[in-house]
C-alpha cells in the first residue's frame, strides 16, 4: 500500500476490453523528446500511467522510430519527423507558453498519437490531459484538442509555517516540506507537483504570507520561535534548490513570502523604507543571490501593513513605494511582485478599505508588479459579493485570491465544495467595460493570473477529508479555463478519483454540488450574513465554532434588526462599483436576496420578496442546512460496499461530525436572532429540538 493517497492519479485499470484495447492502439508505444528535466518528468508519468490503465508495460523507445503501430509521440516538431509531418508548425508555435495540441493521426498508415507545444511546460500538460481522457474513459480515437491556459499565472500559496511543522489555515495535518532536512527531498515532494501539474499550476509560493508573529500574546511556544523571513538567510536560500528543482521538472516556478522589513531583519540595516538607496541596494543583492541560486525563481509575494505585518506605512509610504523598491530589484531576473491588497483596520466598515488604498493608485505600480485581490471584500467567508476592485485598475496587473482551504467552510471536517462558490464569483458581470465584463473575462493580461491558498498536508489523504480533494483539483481546472464548466470538472474528478461506477459517480457528483449551499445556511442562515464564528484568543484563531455575538459589526444584529448598511447612508461600498451593479445593490427591492443583509440593516420582520420576514427566513435556512447536511450524510451511507472502507469509514466520520457542528451552529444561531428580534419561529422550533 501507498504511503499516501493517490488523489485524482490513481490511474486504474480500463475494465471494458474495446475501450482498453483502442488505447494500446495508440499508446503501445511511446517516444518522448529527452531535451529538458520536465521531458524526463512525462516520461516518468508515462511509466507510472500506462501499465496501470492499459494492463501492460509500453515501450519507451530511446530514439524516435521511423514508424511503428500504435505510438504516441510526445514532442515539439523539431524533435520527431511524426510532429512535424502530422502538425502544422505554424499552429504550435502560436500557442501560448503552457498551451498544447494533442492529435490523433495516421503516420506511415499507423494510428498514432501525437502531443506537441511550443514549450515543454506545454508537454507536461498535454501529457496529463491525455492520461485525464484515459482514466476518464474518453474516445482517443478521433482527438483534436487544442488548449491554451486562460491566464499566465496560476498559483499556488502554501501557507507553510517553516521550521515548525505547521500549515496555517492548513486542516490536513502537518506540514509535507521537511525545512530542517532540506535539502534532503522526499518523494511525497515530486507527489505534490505531479497532483498541482496535472491541473495546470505553474507557481508555487513556498511559506506563508504571514511572515512573522504579530505582536500578540500566543499561547504556542513553538510557534512564537517560528519567523518565516529566515527563509532569505544564505543558508536557507541555499537548502531550497533541490526543492525548486523538483518543481521545475513539473514547468512548476518557485517564489517566496518575504517580510516586508526583510533589510533589517536578515540585513544589518536600520531601516526598510522603501525610498532609503541601500534598502533598495539590499534588495537587489538579495535578489542576485536568489537568482544565482534559483534561475527560474518567481519571486516574492508581501503582505504588508496587514495584522502586525511590517509595511510601507511604518514609513509614511505607500504601497506603490513598497512594492516598487521589491519590484525593481526583481526586474533584471524577470521576477514579479505579488503585493497582497488584503488590508484594514483604518476605516469602520473592512469591506471599503482595500479599494480606497488601492484604486487610487492604479497605474503607478511597476510593469512587474500585480496586485494580489482576494474574491470578496471581507476575508474567504462562505458567500460574499464581489470585490470592488476587480475592473477598477484597468492600468494595473491584477490577480484573483480564491481560498481552496477550507477556513470558513468547515475546515478538514465539513465537506464543502468551493467550486460552484468560485463559479458565481468568476461569473459577476462587474460592467467595468460595460454590460458583459464577468470576472472570467479579467486576469488575462500578461502579469495576471489566479491564485489559490492551497490545502495540503502530511494526512495520507493529503487534505485532512477525501472529498477536500476535490477543491485543490477544482482550482487548477478553473485556474486554467474560467468558463470551465462546473459539473463537468466535478465528474472528471470523481471519475479520477472513485472509478468507472456510475453510481458512486453520480451520489459522489451530488454530495459535492449540494454541500456549498447547505454550509452557507447552517453557518450564518444566509441572506448574505458572515462572521458568526468564534475567532479564539490564541494567534491560532479557530473560526470554526458559532459565536455570533464576538464581532456584531460584521452582521449588524440589534434589537432592530439586522444587516450592514453599506449603501450611501452607511459605509459607502455600494457606491465603489460601477452602474447599474451600484444601484442594484443599494435597492432593497433589487438587491438579490444572497447579498441582502451585507448591503443593508433591516427589521427583523422585513417582509422578503415571497412574503417570508427576514428573521423567518433566517430560522429557515438554518433548519434547512442541518437538513442537507443530513442527506448528504444518508447519501454517502449508501455507498457502503461500493466505495473502499478506508474512504468510506473515514467520510462517515468526517460526515457525522459536520452534522453534529451543523446542529450546533443551528441551535446558537437560532437562538442568537431569537434573543435579539424576540419574534419567535413560525413552526415552534427555538429552543431547538
Not at 100 to 110: E, G, I, K, P
Not at 513 to 520: R, T, V
Amino acid at each position: 500500500m501507498n504511503q499516501y493517497d493517490d488523489c485524482w492519479l490513481r490511474y486504474e485499470r480500463v475494465a471494458d476490453d474495446d475501450r482498453r484495447a483502442a488505447y494500446r492502439q495508440r499508446c503501445s508505444h511511446a517516444y518522448v523528446a529527452e531535451k529538458s528535466p520536465e521531458c524526463n518528468a512525462v516520461r516518468d508519468e508515462l511509466r507510472r500511467a500506462l501499465p496501470d490503465l492499459l494492463g501492460r508495460d509500453p515501450h519507451l523507445w530511446q530514439h524516435p522510430p521511423e514508424t511503428t503501430d500504435g505510438f504516441l509521440a510526445i514532442g515539439t516538431p523539431d524533435d520527431m519527423a511524426m510532429v512535424a509531418d502530422t502538425v502544422s508548425r505554424n499552429e504550435v508555435e502560436s500557442l501560448t507558453d503552457g498551451g498544447y495540441l494533442l492529435r490523433s493521426v495516421t503516420w506511415n498508415d499507423a494510428d498514432c498519437l501525437v502531443v506537441t507545444a511550443p514549450t515543454d511546460r506545454g508537454l507536461v500538460y498535454g501529457t496529463f490531459h491525455l492520461l485525464r481522457l484515459l482514466s476518464t474513459r474518453e474516445p482517443i480515437d478521433d482527438l483534436d484538442v487544442r488548449e491554451e491556459p486562460a491566464h499566465e499565472h496560476r498559483l499556488l500559496n502554501q501557507w507553510d509555517t517553516p521550521f515548525h511543522r505547521s500549515v496555517e489555515r492548513g486542516y490536513g495535518g502537518e506540514s509535507i516540506f521537511d525545512w530542517e532536512r532540506l535539502p534532503d527531498l522526499r518523494e511525497r515532494y515530486e507527489d505534490y507537483a505531479r497532483l498541482l501539474a496535472s491541473v495546470g499550476v505553474n507557481g508555487i509560493v513556498l511559506n506563508n504570507v504571514n511572515t512573522t508573529k504579530p505582536p500578540r500574546e500566543s499561547a504556542n511556544e513553538a510557534f512564537d520561535a517560528f519567523e518565516g523571513w529566515q527563509l532569505l538567510e544564505s543558508g536557507r536560500l541555499e537548502d531550497l534548490t533541490g526543492l525548486a528543482s523538483t518543481f521545475r521538472r513539473y514547468g512548476i516556478r518557485t517564489y517566496l513570502s518575504v517580510n516586508f522589513a526583510a533589510p533589517m531583519l536578515v540585513g544589518d540595516l536600520d531601516t526598510a523604507d522603501p525610498l532609503d538607496e541601500d534598502v533598495r541596494e539590499w534588495w537587489r543583492q538579495k535578489a542576485d543571490e536568489v537568482y544565482d541560486l534559483i534561475p527560474d525563481f518567481g519571486g516574492f509575494l508581501v503582505k504588508a501593513d496587514s495584522e502586525g505585518q511590517a509595511g510601507p506605512y511604518d514609513y509614511d509610504r505607500n504601497h506603490v513605494d513598497g512594492a516598487n523598491a521589491i519590484a525593481q530589484a526583481l526586474e533584471p531576473h524577470g521576477g514579479r511582485v505579488w503585493w497582497r491588497a488584503f488590508v484594514y483596520g483604518t476605516h469602520e466598515d473592512r469591506a471599503v478599505q482595500a479599494y480606497d488604498t488601492f484604486e487610487p493608485l492604479d497605474g503607478e505600480f511597476a510593469d512587474n508588479v500585480t496586485v494580489q485581490v482576494k474574491n470578496g471584500p471581507i476575508d474567504f467567508q462562505p458567500r460574499e459579493p464581489v470585490s470592488t476592485l476587480f475592473g477598477a485598475m484597468p492600468e494595473t496587473d491584477l490577480g484573483l485570491e480564491l481560498q481552496i482551504t477550507q477556513e470558513y467552510t468547515g475546515q478538514g471536517v465539513h465537506a464543502t465544495y468551493h467550486l460552484p462558490m468560485w463559479a458565481e464569483v468568476f461569473d459577476f458581470d462587474t460592467h467595468a467595460d460595460g454590460p458583459g465584463t464577468p470576472v472570467s473575462d479579467l486576469f488575462r493580461e500578461s502579469g495576471e493570473g489566479v491564485v489559490g491558498v492551497g490545502n495540503v498536508g502530511e494526512d495520507y489523504n493529503w487534505t485532512g477529508h477525501y472529498l477536500a480533494q476535490a477543491n485543490l483539483y477544482a482550482f487548477g481546472r478553473v485556474a486554467w479555463n474560467p468558463e470551465a464548466d462546473t459539473d463537468a470538472v466535478t465528474e472528471e474528478w470523481v471519475r479520477q478519483t472513485f472509478g468507472a461506477d456510475e453510481a458512486v459517480i453520480e451520489t459522489v457528483a451530488d454530495i459535492l454540488h449540494d454541500s456549498w449551499e447547505a454550509c452557507i445556511d447552517y453557518e450564518t442562515g444566509g441572506l448574505g450574513l458572515m462572521h458568526m464564528m468564534h475567532n479564539g484568543e490564541e494567534y491560532l484563531e479557530n473560526h470554526y465554532y458559532p459565536s455570533p455575538g464576538e464581532w456584531p459589526g460584521y452582521h449588524g444584529a440589534t434589537e432592530d434588526g439586522i444587516g450592514v448598511d453599506r449603501t450611501e447612508s452607511g459605509s459607502g461600498y455600494t457606491e465603489q462599483y460601477r452602474d447599474p451593479v451600484a444601484e442594484r445593490f443599494a435597492s432593497v427591492e433589487d438587491c438579490p436576496e444572497q447579498y441582502l443583509l451585507f448591503f443593508h440593516h433591516l427589521p427583523w420582520d422585513h417582509e422578503l420578496a415571497d412574503g417570508t420576514t427576514v428573521v423567518q427566513r433566517l430560522y429557515d435556512n438554518c433548519f434547512a442546512g442541518v437538513e442537507e447536511a443530513r442527506r448528504l450524510r444518508a447519501l454517502w451511507q449508501d455507498l457502503e460496499g461500493s466505495v473502499d472502507e478506508r474512504r468510506f469509514r473515514h467520510v462517515s466520520e468526517r460526515f457525522d461530525e459536520q452534522v453534529a457542528q451543523a446542529e450546533q451552529w443551528r441551535d446558537v444561531l437560532t437562538e442568537y436572532f431569537y434573543e435579539y428580534s424576540g419574534i419567535p419561529d413560525e413552526q415552534g422550533r427555538i429552543p431547538a429540538e
